[in-house]
């Protein structure tokens, strides 16, 4: 079989609406997926809107087409891929061996096109609750359902639609088919004691070794019971402790208000978007406890990397983010409401030793390298294109 004909020399084409500088969970997926899978030698490119006053830098090739911003969803943006003739121009001489979509809006559907025409396999990653994002945004059912026709119809044209984790196939079911399971990993997954490098973390961000830590990392929004947590810590003002939150989202603001209006301003900070990783790895590793309520996440990746530096989360029983937390030895499990997470955290800052234990625990049953992950992504993309070759 020459080069020219291979499948596997031919080029992945890895499709999402967010990329750098959009931190979010997905955006970090697309970005290791891309960054392992170069690593292993797989041709693979990035295809994602443009970001203003934004320059790439990363060691494989990012191709990005016109966009504007989004209102009320800042900072994403609305790609247009078929009116932006350089960005068609550079693209069209990619010889694509297999896509893969991790949106099923302007870049996935770029993705399909381009499935079709070079007769290619499309796998779709179903990363949302969808039906949850339209209700919110359009606050209107009908137009919500009609919306998710629109994506259900998408799904049902890829070749293979994966999940990041067993439990979102019930969400999946609720559209009306299954998912391939291909898990999340974590870039801060490694053997070094952690002990050191939690300790030098607290050092380095002027945290005293007693003062008792809580981190929330993603987006400043109220699905993710934001306002819980906040209203959990007006339970605890007699606790010395630091809340610390990272990220933005359209609640930032009122999120900032709330605290000021409970007295909390000594007590919680708002640190913004965290772009270097390894600064944000230093209050990962700070960190006590990651306090993550949200009910509308699938698989979380902040839980993942708060794990990989042995620091557990709190999370929602019976939510799609806890599937794999068992309470008590890799995680701890509350009701929904802020009574419960306040309870949880009164109970738990006087048993250092088990909140130590939890971690260690979560470290080796939560947290997984984005390298290993990526071993089993590109045998089945290997698979996939194969399969079409022969065919």
Known sequence: MTPDHNPIMKTVGIFNDSFPPIMDGVSLTVQNYAYWLQKKNQPVCVITPKSPDYEDEEPYPVY??????????????????????????EI??????????????????????????????????????????????????????????????FY?????????????????????????????????????????????ARIELKITETEFVFLFVGQHIWEKNTRMIIESLALLKDIHFKMFFIGTGYAKDDLMQLVNDLGLDSKVEFLGVIYNRDELKKYYAAANLFLFPSIYDNAPLVVREAAALHTPAILVNGSTAAEKVIDNFNG??????????????????????????????????????????????????KMLMERTWKR
């Open 92 to 153: 069209e001489h990619i010889s694509f061996g297999l896509v893969h979509a991790h949106c099923p809006f302007t870049s996935g559907l770029l993705a399909l096109q381009i499935a079709r025409e070079h007769k290619i396999p499309l796998v779709a990653t179903f990363h949302s609750k969808y039906r949850d994002d339209f209700e919110r945004s359009f606050h209107n059912k009908n137009l919500a359902k009609l919306m998710l026709k629109e994506i259900i119809w």
């Open 332 to 381: 701890f499990l509350i009701e929904n409401s802020a009574e419960s997470l306040a309870l949880k955290i009164r109970e738990l800052s006087i048993l250092p030793k088990l909140i130590e234990e939890t971690g260690q625990n979560a470290a080796h049953t939560i947290a997984r390298s984005w390298e290993s992950v990526t071993d089993e992504v590109l045998g089945r993309y």
């Open 64 to 89: 990005r087409y016109s966009s504007i911003p989004i209102i009320g969803r800042k900072p994403y943006r609305l790609g247009f891929p078929n009116i932006d003739i350089s960005f068609k121009s």
């Open 156 to 200: 049902e044209k890829a070749d293979e639609v994966w999940i990041p984790q067993a439990a979102v196939e019930e969400t999946l079911r609720e559209y009306g088919y299954k998912g391939k399971v291909m898990d999340n990993g974590s870039d801060y997954s490694n053997s070094m004691p952690i002990v050191p490098i939690k300790k030098q």
